[in-house]
């Protein structure tokens, strides 16, 4: 009693065609995508379920969520990201590391094994481990439930800070050519 893809996949070709069906009376619905031969239904249902869509069936966006989904399924570089690292404090906040990348959703990851982070004291290094891991866990749920129509309302940066040690992480990126 619910939904499910079907997948055309065809050995002799590099594309196949994917759609929405309702397991409850065997009909199919809604549009019709072309994708590679390298579909994943699972992680298709995965992100849907992450992202929390509804029901395609009940769901006037299905189309527009299944385009997005599609579009960070794939493997082209299509996010551009940011990460910078600031100390904090009496002062106004300094920049200690700043690192840029262009990839695909599924290779977003900023990660603090960088030489000038390593430097830093053992609590701040555990701390920075903690703020970068939400940060990034933050920053692709975002990206996979906010960037939909290109709004200038939808978020492109999360920010997490610990007083105590004194550290600010911040990520800010962009969905590159959506749609």
Known sequence: MGWELWFDEEP???????GFFCNTVDESFGPIFMVDSCFDKSEFYNMWEKAGFQDPRSNEDKSLHTRHILKLMGYDANISATFKVYRIGDYAPYLIHEESIKTYFDNLEFSQFQ?????LPEEDFCQLEYLIGSMNEDMKH????????GSEDE??????????VGLRVVAEWEVLDEY
């Open 12 to 18: 002799t070709r590099s594309y196949g065609h994917i």
């Open 115 to 119: 030489d000038v982070l390593k430097a």
């Open 142 to 149: 975002t990206i996979l439930t906010e960037n939909l129509l």
């Open 155 to 164: 978020p492109t940066s999360v920010t997490f800070e610990e007083k105590t």
